[in-house]
């Protein structure tokens, strides 16, 4: 465990940023949240907030854009697209614990399996991951009711906790342990007594995570519970009150689905682009002579629910939520996704 | 990296008209595509996009693949306006195909509907590649009127083919010339010329036939993991990335299309 003081850590994120472009958290005074920043290359400013909780927007943005080209055709060089040399690397720094298992997550999906989608991978590979400890938390948050906890554990490069004049930094990955070893002049041994603020503050953040959520159950035996509950009055009763806005998915860290369509351009040849896409929204299943087999609201409310908390889990093994409330903060009928899984509970085990 | 989503440049060579609203189109691939029996690809009409088909050509030839329409909406009314000589994508193929390795030594009831014969032709292909492997293969399909049937060229081949195969079409209702047998598909299942016991039953049409069909299937005696249906499901990446073709947990593009009706029976709205 490494010690960097706040000068010294900027010069480092300047050293990763040089060639690539920044994503970083800054605090908003007049709202009081954190939102997510991009920056490219010199000058970088210095408003980044490391500590906090996570930002309003998710990062799943920067490995997977919300509408990008992904093939043009007739070609001569189809792989061009693909051609890691053309992409940007990038940094994303002040990723929260949520954020990291959210990447870990739709990692799974892009890239294992028998295909892999080539500009998310390309895009992660490319990516260097600046974790960071939750040193607050938001009404929202529930990462500990999923057995999750607010700061990182995996999935990151370097991660780091803001302590008094600077941050303990630790490496996760052997891009991290390089860059700390190239850079072992910016940085002194983590001494015991900063070792031990640093779980104080865990410690205290994770308390008030467990008092905030004190009404909701544990959420990590939800799969079962679910399965009991697919034929239960409460999905006509969200249905009800849902706009069917697509917020919550819009703004899901798991959230990845997407739809593929085609455009003609000048000249004779054409561009396939990939468009982020919400299942809460009529035409998303929709088929050839307008059958749909989610024309409901009550069905495509319902999907959200099964397919994070039931088929993700017997697909790609775990449950795709990670706790970080984003859809709560959203949703314009107030819908708390905590709240319906505590109903679900109650009424499953009576 | 090489790109998935680039459709590989394929000249259409041929089209045979099957029926009012279903043409065969004949393609050939700038390089050869391997594909197993019931896998499907994505074919791009270039401008307006991408749908899902299933071959309707012999797995056992990769240079050229056919690939059997019905006019239908966007895509498909594209496609059934080109000509000889026109150009278009193709992605995959995509998906399990069907369990082939299951069927050896079975008694096999393919029982299509319409269009649906598209898919399960591929399956007839590689089935009567050599009917010895399997115990028995019984052929029913379905079209409204004798227009209808797609394939009708080649009936009396599949019937010929061997002793241990049988072919049985039938259409809705009585039409003038139609001496066959007249009513559902569901119709010929009552009577069925395969024992139940060990064989499978693949079936492929509209869901609403799906359905019906499934429900005939349990009537008689098969249970759902001697059921396997071509499912539908709209689809874009075909690779399992797009998070859209579910049926509960699977996913048509990977674990797909056709499916064991015991693995997706609990599904809510499985018939759409
Ligand atoms: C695995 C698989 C294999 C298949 N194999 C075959 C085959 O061998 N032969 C065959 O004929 N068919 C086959 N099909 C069906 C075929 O894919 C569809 O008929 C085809 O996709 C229809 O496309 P279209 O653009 O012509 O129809 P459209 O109805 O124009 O388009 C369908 C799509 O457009 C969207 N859409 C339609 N109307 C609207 C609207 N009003 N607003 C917004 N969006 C709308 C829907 O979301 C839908 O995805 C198969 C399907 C699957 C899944
Ligand atoms: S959900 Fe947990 S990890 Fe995410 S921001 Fe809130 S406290 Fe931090
Ligand atoms: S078509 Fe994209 S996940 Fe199946």
Redesign the pocket.
Known sequence: MKFIDSTNFVKLIKKLTAEGELYYPFLDEETGSYHLKRASGFPLEEDFELGG??AVEPSKGVAQHARVTVAEYPSENPDEITNPDNIIPSVVLGA????VNAMKMVDKVQVEGEFTDPLYKIRRDKMFVVAAD?D???ES????LLG????PEDGYDLAVSKISGGYLIEAGSERGEKVLAENGKLTSEAREQQIKARDEKRQK?LAR?KENNSQFPDLTGMPEKLREAINDEIWKELAKDCVECGACTNICPTCYCFLLYDRKMDGDYFRRLSNWDSCQLTGYARMAGMLNPRASLVDRVKHRFYHKYDYLVSSHDDIFC????RCIDACSASIDIRDVLARIEQKVTG | MENPYYPIDTVVEDIITETPTIKTFCLKPARPIDFKAGQFMQLTMPGIGEAPFTPSSDPNISEKMEITILKTGKVTDALHELKPGAKVGLRGPFGEGYPLDKLEGREVLVVGGGVGLAPLRALIYALLDDPSRYKKISIKYGARMPEELCFKRQYQDWKNRADNVSFQPTIDVPAEGWDGHVGLVTTLLDDLDVSIEGSYALSCGPQIMLKFVTLKLLEVGYKPPQIYLSMNRKMSCGMGKCGRCNVGQYYLCVDGPDMCYDKIKHVPNVFG
């Open positions: 909780y996570r929260k614990g949520c954020d939750c607050d938390c938001k948050c529930f990462c500990t999750r906890k607010p700061w953040v995570l990670t706790g970080c409330g």
